[in-house]
C-alpha cells in the first residue's frame, strides 16, 4: 500500500471501505463518511457491498473528478453505467510496474492469488504476455 502514495497524492475512502483494512493506512488516505441510509438503499438495491456501494454514491455526489477502485465486477459494471472512471487493483499493479514502483504487475498478481484474492486465468494470462 506505501506504493499508492507514490501514484496518487490523494486518496479518499469511505469508512465502509475503511472498516475492511487490517492495516493504518498510509498519510495520503482521507476518509469520508457516506451517508448510511443512501449506502444501505443503494447497496440492498443494486446487491452488492457496503463498500462498493458507499464508493458509487461518494463518486456519484461528489463534485470532483474521482475514480473508483472497484474489483467486484458486479459493483464495476453498475459504476460504469453511471459513467464513472473505474479501476481495480490489476489496473493500479499495472501502473505501479509502468512507473517502477515495483517490479512485476505479473508476480503481484500471482501472490496476491495465494492469498485468496480473486483473479481469472484469462487476466493473468494476458499480464504474462504483457511482461
Known sequence: MPHLCQLY?????????????D????????????????????RKRMNIGGGEASVIIYSLKSKENTRCFIDEQRARKIAKK??????????ILMKMEEKGLILSAYEEVLR????????????????????
Open 9 to 21: 497524492e490523494r486518496i479518499l475512502i469511505t469508512e465502509a471501505v475503511q472498516s475492511e483494512f
Open 23 to 42: 492495516e493504518e493506512l498510509p498519510d495520503c488516505f482521507e476518509i469520508t463518511a457516506v451517508k448510511h441510509e443512501l449506502v444501505e438503499s443503494f
Open 82 to 91: 453511471h459513467r464513472l472512471k473505474v479501476s481495480g487493483t490489476i489496473g
Open 112 to 131: 496476491l492469488k495465494e492469498k485468496g484474492f480473486y483473479v481469472s486465468d484469462k487476466i493473468i494470462e494476458n499480464l504474462k504476455k504483457t511482461r
